[in-house]
């Protein structure tokens, strides 16, 4: 047990003290309260986008509040402008976290008052303790139980300060002696303990025994000494984050009993994974791109696509949902932790391309519209450069095939756009060669007996344009050549327009593309 002068020692300016704090954050009546807690140290990465998603929409589920906090307490990881991209991100995607003085955003970096309060009360009560190891000895420790298979860290004999008088504190300290402060771990590594996880059942775990930092040399909390204490002041009832924090549940356990804290509940995600040569592993943010939220967007993933590919990967009748709905609300969606998976989350690009092809075909035109031309003015100058010297053409070819009930899902990205629509552009069409393994006679003939028809109306075109063909000798379908003996058919036909006119064996539907170029440029086209 520690006195005033130890604590007078070490933290001079301290103003309010625990209780003032825990009076401070009272009991919410709400709930469930969820939260997402970001360490600013970079872009978005997919799997945090996926944390929040969740965290978000339990709490959207049931009413409750969800909030973000900026767990910036590793001042060397931390990037300057990482909280900007955060906010920016979330909020593209539609991710609401509460904006007011109860709930944050809350920053971990200037709540460093409130963990020097908890630390003194227990560095009072004999917890804590001021701790001398130096980096080296650190070191040595771990080397030294490497060397022997024994656990590392910092425990029973290892903890060599963990009985330090207050005097002998005192005297290194002003000896200028550099500091953290430990937990006086009372835990039985060979004694394990029960705790359910919301997604993984109930799990038997060893206790802590680690003299963890709480307080590191620059005052700042750790992770784990700071997710104790403010999801227990900001009364968090579900504690949802990565797998990777399973194996420091039993410090975190001990530091709330060690508080007099209530556990939340917790719920321990799966990482997104991902196929490499056949074996599973964890989406990688240094190997692998997609794993960057940023990438994919610049890509040209529709927000839309990246949300319902999230969600499908979160529960997995969200297929479903959205095939029933044919909306990109998935805010409606009641997510269900019954039917997350347990077993790793498989990013699939090419299921992705699929959702992201479907989100696509459920926006309104006006709403396609706008998002492909606010992602070309930021990542396609040529794009951007097509679609504003005639806005009314680009919408135009984005409507081509579009129905009442059925949409063209011919891109799932917004970067396929413009080799899609170069040919509707004369500056690309002129570039390009007409290839065709048909005889010169017979695209002349093919050329004359097209313009002969009526376009007034399509479908009225359409027969018309079979008949004419028949007549050129191409049979109307595949049974007809093969009954007639017949060399071609109405796909070769088809297939010679489309070169003529577009370069394409494939382009969206004929009488559309007529129809956006016009009479006159299809004929320029054709040299007539
Ligand atoms: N800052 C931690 C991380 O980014 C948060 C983990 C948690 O949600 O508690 O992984």
Redesign the pocket.
């Known amino acids: 047990m520690y006195t005033e002068r130890l604590i007078n020692l070490l933290f001079k300016d301290q103003v309010h003290n625990r209780a003032y704090y825990e009076n401070l954050y009272k009991e919410r009546d709400v709930a469930p309260i969820l939260?997402?807690?970001?360490?600013p140290t970079g872009y978005l990465h997919t799997g945090?986008l996926y944390?929040a998603l969740i965290n978000y929409m339990l709490a959207l589920k049931d009413n409750g509040i969800f909030y973000l906090r900026i767990?910036d307490t590793d001042t060397k990881r931390t990037v300057s402008d990482a909280y900007e991209m955060i906010e920016r991100d979330l909020n593209y995607f539609g991710i609401k976290y509460e904006n007011d003085e109860a709930y944050g955003p809350y920053f971990q970096s200037k709540r460093k008052d409130i963990y020097q309060a908890l630390v003194i009360d227990l560095l009072k009560q004999g917890k804590a303790y001021p701790c001398f190891l130096t980096e080296e000895e650190i070191k040595d420790i771990k080397s030294y139980q490497e060397e022997n298979k024994l656990r590392t860290g910092i425990y029973g004999s290892y903890a060599k300060y963990r009985d330090i008088l207050e005097d002998e504190a005192i005297d290194l300290i002003n000896s200028g002696k550099n500091y953290v402060i430990r937990l006086k771990s009372l835990g039985d590594f060979k004694k394990t303990f029960k705790i359910k996880d919301a997604l993984r059942g109930e799990l038997e775990l060893h206790q802590n025994d680690f003299d963890v930092v709480l307080l590191k040399q620059d005052g700042l909390p750790t992770?784990h000494f700071a997710?104790v204490v403010d999801?227990f002041l900001m009364h968090t009832t579900m504690?949802?984050?990565?797998e990777?924090?399973l194996t420091s549940l039993p410090i975190h356990v001990e530091l709330f009993q060690t508080l007099g804290y209530k556990l939340p509940k917790y719920l321990h995600l799966d990482s997104i994974m991902k196929l490499d040569n056949g074996a599973k592993r964890k989406l990688s943010k240094r190997r692998d791109l997609e794993a960057n939220v940023s990438y994919l967007i610049e890509d040209g993933y529709p927000k839309e696509g990246i949300i319902n590919y999230l969600m499908t990967l979160a529960n997995s009748n969200y297929e479903d949902y959205l095939k029933e709905n044919a909306s990109n609300n998935y805010k409606i969606f009641k997510i269900d932790i019954k039917k997350m998976s347990k077993t790793g989350a498989l990013f699939d690009i090419d299921k992705l391309n699929h959702i992201a092809k479907e989100s696509l075909s459920y926006m309104s035109l006006d709403e396609l519209f706008i998002s492909v031309k606010t992602w070309a003015n930021l990542y396609s100058k040529e794009l951007y450069d097509l679609i504003i010297s005639d806005e009314d053409k680009f919408r135009d070819i984005l409507n081509i095939g579009n129905k009442e009930t059925t949409k063209r899902k011919d891109f799932a990205k917004y970067s396929e756009i413009l080799e899609l629509i170069k040919p509707f552009y004369s500056k690309y069409f002129d570039k390009m060669i007409l290839k065709l393994n048909y005889s010169k006679e017979l695209v002349e003939s093919v050329k004359k007996a097209f313009l002969s028809t009526d376009f007034t109306d399509e479908t009225i075109w359409l027969e018309n344009l079979k008949e004419t063909a028949f007549k050129l000798g191409f049979a109307k379908n595949k049974k007809e050549a093969l009954a007639l003996d017949m060399t071609y058919q109405f796909a070769d036909f088809m297939r010679i327009v489309r070169n003529l006119i577009f370069r394409r064996d494939n382009s969206p539907s004929l009488y559309q593309v007529i129809s956006i170029l016009g009479l006159d440029e299809v004929k320029r086209r054709l040299g007539v």
């Open positions: 939260r997402f807690a970001p360490s945090s944390t767990e992770y997710h999801d504690v949802v984050r990565g990777e924090w």
